[in-house]
């Protein structure tokens, strides 16, 4: 499944002038033109990510430059469910990208940010399985009525 950058910004509530800068920012998002769906669904939960620590941890977008290519390739290896019960071990200063299922930190020897993805991806399945209603669509104002066509091939005798 390959969502159009429309759906990435409704899943994540992202305005799109923030978005045209995570695209200028962040390499592996950088090369997507257009409107055509091509962001898998491993990328949407890299830059769920993203959007956690930005505005949960208050990281610049730009200092996730280095490591967003590592990021994005680890989101697009397995399915979601594989992250659900991990933890996201991000060291900027190293320039190192961790996930881990086991609840073992690693040794680390500079500032680490510790993410859970259960909570991010439990939030992405809500956004993305709640059905929309078509507000642009009103009831109609009147009762549908039969209407009577005119018969053909019969003539007036």
């Not at 590592?70 to 190293?94: I, Y």
């Not at 020897?109 to 939030?123: N, T």
């Not at 009762?143 to 003539?155: I, S, Y």
Request: net charge positive; proline share 5%.
């Amino acid at each position: 499944m390959n969502l159009t950058p429309g759906q990435v910004r409704d899943a994540l509530d992202l305005a799109p002038e923030t978005f045209r800068h995570w695209k200028k920012t962040l390499p592996p998002i950088a090369e997507r033109n257009g409107h055509r769906a091509s962001y898998t669904l491993g990328d949407l939960l890299a830059l769920a990510i993203v959007r956690a620590l930005v505005e949960n941890a208050g990281v610049r977008v730009g200092a996730l430059h280095a490591v967003a290519a590592t990021l994005f390739d680890q989101c697009r290896k397995q399915a979601w469910t594989g992250f659900e019960r991990s933890l996201l071990v991000l060291e900027l200063a190293r320039v190192r990208v961790t996930f881990i299922s086991d609840g073992h930190l690693p040794k680390i020897d500079a500032i680490g940010i510790v993410v859970p993805c259960g909570p991010i991806i439990s939030d992405l399945r809500e956004r993305l399985l709640v059905e929309k209603t078509n507000e642009d669509q009103t009831n109609l104002q009147f009762a549908p009525t039969v209407v009577a066509g005119r018969e053909r091939g019969r003539r007036a005798s």
